[in-house]
């Protein structure tokens, strides 16, 4: 069992950063690939980025690649995302989530994550 708090969200202006943090219970944490998602209501969850467990592979997605940075300690059992360069268009609920698989390809998809955490909410000002 892995339990998922995240931190950080908040309300930015356009153009502002944002450091959100997911602390994971457990001692298997470097075991799981971590990922981020985000909602906004009415639309499905989105893939945002994931970390494999050692932190050795990322992904990003296209929307946010080159403003957005996953990262993660295994020390301190936490992944963070570094959000830069915000846009209206990124507010949204952001979720973290654990997966223990390990294929790229099954990043993207929210129903191969195993646990989530409660969500943050960022909301960007234009």
């Known amino acids: 069992q892995v339990q998922l708090v995240e931190s950080g969200g908040g309300l930015v202006q356009a153009g502002g950063s944002l450091r959100l943090s997911c602390a994971a219970s457990g001692r298997t944490f470097s075991s799981y690939t971590m990922g981020w998602f985000r909602q906004v209501p009415g639309k499905e969850r989105e893939f945002v980025a994931a970390?494999?467990?050692?932190?050795?592979?990322?992904r990003h997605a296209d929307s946010v690649k080159g403003r957005f940075t996953i990262s993660r300690d295994n020390a301190k059992n936490t992944v963070h995302l570094q959000a830069n360069s915000l846009k209206p268009e990124d507010t949204a609920v952001y979720y973290c989530?654990?997966?223990?698989?390990?294929?790229?390809?099954?990043?993207?998809?929210?129903?191969?994550?195993?646990?989530w955490g409660q969500g943050t909410q960022v909301t960007v000002s234009s």
């Open positions: 970390i494999s467990g050692s932190g050795g592979s990322t």
């Open positions: 989530a654990a997966t223990k698989t390990s294929l790229l390809s099954r990043w993207v998809l929210p129903h191969y994550y195993d646990y």
